[in-house]
Every structure is written in structure tokens, then in C-alpha cells.
């Protein structure tokens, strides 16, 4: 079993920068993929990005290019979810997941193919 848990999230003004964090514990067997997805109120959870074993390939939704940028150490067992330039749109729950993969570069998007998740972490942009 691992366990993941994310912090960072806060109400913030659009705008602000914010950094989430996702701490992983347990039985990890070597690094994971990992992503972060979120999900507002009253829509479907989706991805926002994700990024491979190793780090070397990324994933971005179309909307968070350019602003989101996604890290991982894996000597502390952490991913990182950098935020600029938020937006009121960017508010929702968001949620660290990871994924036991011997594919180092592989990028997994589909949450149904993560089986491990964070209880989540509330990001909430006023305007």
C-alpha cells in the first residue's frame, strides 16, 4: 500500500503563485508515475498534468500550459505541481496520484490507471 498526501492548497487572489506538494510513504517499489488531477464542483475529475518515473516526460492540460509546471524528487518520494498566474477557473479539489510502472518514460493520463490517490487539497482562486 501507499500513501500519498498533498498539501499547499489555500485561497489565494488570481494571479498569485502556488505551490502543491504530494509526499509518498509505503511500499512504492521504486519510483511511480505520477499526476495530479482535480475536480470543481459538479464537474468530471480530469488531469492536469503528469509526468513519467523518472521525470523526463510531461504531460500538461491545455489550459494549465504555460502556468502549471509539474516536478518530481524522487529521493524525497515528492511531486510538485507549480502554479502561476492562477485563475478563478483553476479553484477545485486537487488530487496527487501515483502509479507502480517499470516504463520509465511513460506518461499515464486516465485516472482509471492510477491506483493509488491523495485524500486531496482545496485550491481556491478569488477573483
Known amino acids: 500500500q501507499v500513501q500519498l498526501v498533498e498539501s499547499g492548497g489555500r485561497l489565494v487572489q488570481a494571479g498569485d503563485s502556488l505551490r502543491l506538494s504530494c509526499a509518498a510513504s509505503?511500499?512504492?517499489?521504486?519510483?511511480?508515475?505520477m499526476a495530479w488531477f482535480r475536480q470543481a464542483p459538479g464537474k468530471e475529475r480530469v488531469v492536469v498534468a503528469a509526468?513519467?518515473?523518472?521525470?523526463?516526460?510531461?504531460y500538461y492540460l491545455d489550459s494549465v500550459k504555460g502556468r502549471f509546471t509539474i516536478s518530481k524528487d524522487n529521493a524525497k518520494n515528492t511531486v510538485y505541481l507549480q502554479m502561476n498566474s492562477l485563475k478563478p477557473e483553476d479553484t477545485a479539489i486537487y488530487y496527487c496520484?501515483?502509479?507502480?510502472?517499470?516504463?520509465?518514460?511513460?506518461?499515464?493520463?486516465?485516472?482509471?490507471?492510477?491506483?493509488?490517490w491523495g485524500q486531496g487539497t482545496q485550491v481556491t482562486v478569488s477573483s
Open positions: 496520484a501515483a502509479k507502480p510502472t517499470t516504463r520509465s518514460s511513460f506518461v499515464y493520463t486516465p485516472n482509471n490507471q492510477y491506483p493509488y
Open positions: 509505503g511500499r512504492t517499489f521504486g519510483p511511480p508515475a
Open positions: 509526468i513519467s518515473s523518472t521525470g523526463s516526460n510531461t
